[in-house]
């Protein structure tokens, strides 16, 4: 099977400006989840979703915001970009319940200038 | 306040000896635990798990026991080896078989293995 992929691998945008990421998790896995890993904070969740809901969340600000298509493809937007949220965004995909470890893909590297 | 300590950031050993990475966790609600490996510029890559029910899990080379009085767990490798250098990170959470969306990781620990 193939693994999670992440598009696009790199980005640079500016402060302001907003940002989609997408992720595309292993056939048949229908659980999406967002982490964002920075030097300082290490890895963090961000949220999650299964079969189109958002079933759980981070505490990051509202300008973080994802969805879930019928799919199983899931993308995240970061409105309003600010120097601070430059990382490294990872997204991980799981079978769903009872089995439920992640795998994660390759990751987004974003900077924000 | 940090749910899942890694204390040592940094592990070196020998080729052929045993490594052991530690984790501490603070909330007993955590039943489901995880490693995962990492290289740099790459996403983590899932190593092991345990449920709060057992205390041990082996595959291979990897074994990780669980103290759950102590809220401690630890991963061994067997015997330890070059490839093996990489990021370590714990992780832990809630609802094992329910809502497993939420991660928590700990903040890694840099395993160096000499040759």
């Known amino acids: 099977k193939a693994g999670v992929t992440q598009t696009p691998r790199y980005l640079i945008k500016t402060r302001g400006q907003q940002v989609t990421l997408s992720c595309s998790p292993i056939?048949?896995?229908?659980?999406v989840s967002w982490y964002q890993q920075t030097p300082g904070q290490g890895l963090q969740f961000l949220f999650e979703?299964?079969?189109?809901?958002?079933?759980n969340k981070g505490n990051f600000p509202g300008r973080f915001s994802g969805r879930q298509f019928s799919n199983s493809r899931s993308e995240m937007n970061v409105s309003t970009l600010e120097l601070g949220d430059s990382a490294l965004y990872l997204c991980?995909?799981?079978?769903?319940?009872?089995?439920?470890?992640?795998?994660f893909g390759p990751g987004t590297r974003l900077t924000v200038l | 306040d940090q749910q899942v300590k890694q204390n040592s950031p940094s592990l070196s050993v020998q080729e052929g000896r045993i490594s052991i990475l530690n984790c501490d966790y603070t909330n007993s609600m955590f039943d489901y635990f995880l490693w995962y490996k990492k290289y740099p510029a790459e996403g983590p890559t899932f190593l092991i798990s345990i449920s709060s029910i057992k205390d041990k899990n082996e595959d291979g080379r990897f074994t990780v026991f669980l103290n759950k009085s102590a809220k401690h767990l630890s991963l061994h490798i067997v015997p330890s080896q070059p490839g093996d250098s990489a990021v370590y990170f714990c992780?832990?959470?809630?609802?094992?078989?329910?809502?497993?969306?939420?991660?928590?990781f700990g903040k890694g620990t840099k395993l160096s293995v000499k040759p």
């Open positions: 992780a832990a959470s809630s609802n094992y078989g329910g809502s497993q969306g939420n991660l928590i």
């Open positions: 979703y299964f079969s189109e809901t958002q079933r």
């Open positions: 991980a995909s799981s079978p769903g319940p009872p089995t439920d470890t992640q795998y």
């Open positions: 056939s048949g896995h229908r659980s």
